[in-house]
């Protein structure tokens, strides 16, 4: 179980399973909220106003929660496109809590899925030098009319013709 109190916005939460992911969350009373996964288990539960419920100086003791960012500025961070987060959310690639309608992501598990992505692009297993090299080519010591198959066409026969006169 995990305690955590935000003095900015006073909710106190109490998470019995950490990590797993909410599927709907219930308006027990007002400003009771409870956290449920897919299999209907309670996995939080989240009291606003938790000042006038509980005394300040316990409030304060507690460690505060991570911060959080939500989805759209996660985004712009890495330079994804949010679908593509949501997707990895699905995925199971990237933790994140859904809060009402929107994905909330904090900063370390933002960085550590984007260590764990995979370089993009080619790979480049050539040497890379500043010096051109030139390519081989292929010299023939017979005349270009004594090539099998060589082409006879218009000026460009032409102008073979003359140099080998």
Known sequence: MKWT????????????????????????????????????HPISIEVLDASTH???????????????????????????DPSTLRQQIRNKRLRATKHHREWWVTPTDLQ?????????????????SNTRVASPRV?????????PNAPTRGRANFKRQRLIK
């Open 5 to 40: 109190y935000d003095s900015a916005v006073d909710a106190l939460t109490i998470q019995f399973l950490p990590g797993r992911r909410s599927a709907r969350t219930e308006a027990l009373k007002p400003g009771l909220l409870c956290d449920y996964d897919k299999r209907g």
């Open 54 to 80: 509980f005394p300040v100086r316990q409030l304060r003791n507690l460690p505060l929660p991570e911060t959080m960012v939500p989805l759209a500025e996660a985004s712009k961070r890495i330079g994804l």
């Open 112 to 128: 550590e899925y984007q260590d764990s992505r995979a370089p993009q692009g080619r790979r480049s297993d050539r040497k890379v």
């Open 139 to 147: 010299v023939s010591s017979m005349p270009p009319s004594a090539l």
